[in-house]
């Protein structure tokens, strides 16, 4: 079995270049759980507008892009498989509570490893946006690194998971992943199953093409930071730094979908000036940034 992995960011300016590896392949392996909504528009049971209408997305407008060519590509033979296990268990545990069928559900030992990072990482959240009300930086800081500690146990358990489902397919294939999910590449090649597993970072390509110096997203990369430690690389540099640049550039980057021509990348501009913008700062300077722009105070 032999896997291609497409890390790509959720935006439709980088949708051709993922499209033009999807038709070279017979498996695509969708970055998505299979819900019943999924389900029922792969089997042309429900349409785009409907899905997405029920479907709980951060990136509508890149969903129905995404979906709209991919059901296309279905007809023509593609088949599409949304592997997402630990989403899917997510999911399920949504699905229990509705269904008052918790304390069963949640008797799995696979589930309970799920609930357990899931709660580190939703409790840490909260404590975030507490941090935030609190309008003291310093604290925002250490809840921003509490959270990334969390999430990456989140990103971990999420990319093991997904290689063990995905080794089960037994055929070669392309798999979407987000960038961040830079882990997967190592789990699948670790997984007798899988004869070989080869990666394009279809952004960081984008941006070499197009003579950009690659910068990435600090939150990103602090996180990135927490999952190689939890692997057992070390890092020595400056994480409380790195977490204050995250929330300049949290602040800067541009939050609506863009859809531009094919052969333009507002997006990926965008994100890479704000991230060499919070890179330059200091600790001090982003202190002073986030209290005039977010805590209302013009001095500190």
């Not at 990136?59 to 590509?73: G, I, K």
């Not at 919070?278 to 005039?292: E, I, L, P, V, W």
Request: aromatic share 8%; with cysteine.
């Amino acid at each position: 079995m032999q896997v291609l992995i497409a890390f790509v960011s959720h935006r439709v300016e980088f949708l051709p270049i993922l499209l033009r590896l999807v038709r070279k392949c017979k498996n695509f392996v969708l970055e998505e759980p299979m819900t019943l909504e999924l389900n029922k528009l792969l089997s042309g049971e429900m349409d785009i507008d409907e899905y997405i209408m029920w479907v709980n997305t951060p990136f509508p407008v890149y969903t129905v892009h995404l979906m709209r060519a991919l059901l296309d590509l279905k007809n023509r033979g593609l088949k599409v498989l949304p592997v997402e296990p630990y989403l899917q268990i997510v999911e399920g545990i949504h699905e229990a509570v509705e269904a008052n069928r918790y304390d069963e559900y949640v008797k799995n030992e696979v589930v309970q490893k799920v609930l357990k990072v899931e709660r580190e990482a939703t409790g840490a959240l909260i404590e975030y946006h507490e941090a935030f009300m609190s309008r003291d930086f310093d604290s925002v800081v250490e809840a921003t690194l509490k959270f990334a500690k969390a999430d990456a146990k989140r990103f971990v358990l999420r990319d093991k998971m997904r290689a063990d489902k995905i080794a089960e397919i037994n055929e070669n294939c392309l798999v979407e992943a987000g960038q961040i999910h830079f882990l997967l590449e190592e789990e699948l090649k670790n997984r007798a199953e899988v004869s070989n597993v080869d990666s394009v970072n279809i952004v960081e390509k984008v941006a070499n093409t197009l003579g950009i110096d690659y910068v990435k997203n600090p939150g990103n990369e602090l996180t990135e930071i927490y999952i190689k430690e939890i692997i057992g690389e070390e890092f020595n540099g400056d994480v409380e730094l790195l977490a204050a640049q995250a929330l300049i550039y949290i602040t800067l980057v541009s939050k609506e979908e863009m859809v531009p021509e094919e052969g333009q990348f507002p997006h990926l501009l965008d994100e890479v000036k704000c991230a060499k913008i919070a890179r330059s700062m200091s600790y001090d300077n982003c202190r002073k940034f986030m209290n005039r722009v977010w805590f209302g105070r013009s001095k500190n």
